[in-house]
Nanobody, 126 residues
Framework: VQLQASGGGVMQTGDSLRLACTAS????????MAWFRQAPGKTAEYVSA????????FYGDSAKGRFTVSRDIAKSTMYLQMSSLKPEDTATYYC????????????????????WGPGTLVTVSS
């Protein structure tokens, strides 16, 4: 499985943007996917995760209320709909996948993921 994030760009404060993460190498049959982000000079931050089978969504504190994660099983693609963007959302956004079942409390643990893809840069100007 290979993951590829896309959809980043230069935005203004208050804009909306949708990121996509597509799994290649066949239909994604893993357990879950997640979004993390890393701003320049900062450690990676958990954004959101989704259980592939049932679509159950989880959010980190920075995403609650503004971001929505979803997936399209037929396209093996996860999305992150971001609204009310702020300059502090500026970061490179990465997607990762658990290929086998993991407990809910493990979803925010970046080091536990099985697969990662190249990130997509989101820049939000004030």
């Amino acid at each position: 499985v290979q993951l590829q994030a896309s959809g980043g760009g230069v935005m203004q404060t208050g804009d909306s943007l949708r990121l996509a993460c597509t799994a290649s190498g066949g239909t994604f049959r893993g357990y879950s996917m997640a979004w993390f982000r890393q701003a320049p000079g900062k450690t990676a931050e958990y954004v959101s995760a989704i259980i592939w089978k049932d679509g159950k969504a989880f959010y980190g504190d920075s995403a609650k209320g503004r971001f929505t994660v979803s997936r399209d099983i037929a396209k093996s693609t996860m999305y992150l709909q971001m609204s009310s963007l702020k300059p502090e959302d500026t970061a490179t956004y990465y997607c990762g996948a658990f290929l086998t079942p993991a407990p809910d409390h493990g979803l925010p643990m970046r080091q536990a993921y099985d697969v990662w893809g190249p990130g997509t840069l989101v820049t939000v100007s004030s």
